[in-house]
């Protein structure tokens, strides 16, 4: 199984600051065949589902705030809220979707207003 | 609008059963990938089983033997027996979509949970 490890477990922003979180694979989920990293990052606020936020990485979903990106390549993702604003408090997960027939979530990282 | 609603989760005595049920609107479940999640109190995500469109299953290995995907493509609704529960089984449980073949989850239902405990 591929693991996914997210940093930091959690971290506290102050409101308009950036917050950035890291996102690394135990192997490599950009497939050669069409040069594609197969990892997707959500948004999940207490008492929610996950809400899908980026896919391959860096593609925004439809109606996601432009504050929110995703970069990265390989087995090294980031996710990056360019200006925290009140309604980002939640836990963010990266999955690799990489692998078949497991796909596999990072454990999460909470993100709390400073 | 396209949308996932989870029902039959409840409170369950260890060895118990329970099947959940998800009832999908705007799009045919049979054509496309299908998964449970689940989601442990305070814990993290895990997929425990997935239907592909061909009618293919897979199961976590914390569930193989125990859980059951289907679907009823009349009803347009997803399932999960799930037998023979365990204290670990506790969690709120998710149907999800992937989108496009087996890729990331697009869309999710509301969850419904299950707790296991004498």
């Known amino acids: 199984d591929i693991v996914m490890t997210q940093s930091p477990d959690s971290l506290a922003v102050s409101l308009g600051a950036r917050a950035t979180i890291n996102c690394k694979s135990s192997q490599s989920v950009l497939h050669s065949s069409n040069n594609k990293n197969y990892l997707a990052w959500y948004q999940q606020k207490p008492g929610q589902p996950p809400k899908l936020l980026i896919y391959?990485?860096?593609t925004r979903e439809s109606g996601v705030p432009d504050r929110f990106s995703g970069s990265g390549s390989g087995t090294d993702f980031t996710l990056t809220i360019s200006s925290l604003q009140a309604e980002d408090v939640a836990v963010y997960y990266c999955h690799q979707y990489y692998s078949t027939p497991r796909k596999t979530f990072g454990q999460g990282t909470k993100v709390e207003i400073k | 609008e396209v949308q996932l609603v989870e029902s039959g989760g409840g409170l369950v005595q260890p060895g118990g059963s329970l099947r959940l049920s998800c009832a999908a609107s705007?799009?045919?479940?049979?054509?496309?990938?299908m998964s449970w999640v689940r989601q442990a109190p305070g814990k993290g995500l895990e997929c425990v089983s997935v239907i592909y469109s061909d009618g293919s299953t897979y199961y976590v290995d914390s569930v193989k033997g125990r859980f059951t995907i289907s679907r009823d493509n009349s009803k347009n609704t997803l399932y999960l027996q799930m037998n023979s529960l365990r204290t670990e089984d506790t969690a709120v449980y998710y149907c999800?979509?992937?989108?496009?073949?087996?890729?990331?989850?697009?869309?999710w239902g509301k969850g419904t949970t299950v707790t296991v405990s004498s």
């Open positions: 999800a979509r992937h989108t496009t073949y087996y890729y990331y989850l697009d869309v």
């Open positions: 391959w990485a860096s």
């Open positions: 705007g799009f045919t479940v049979s054509s496309n990938y």
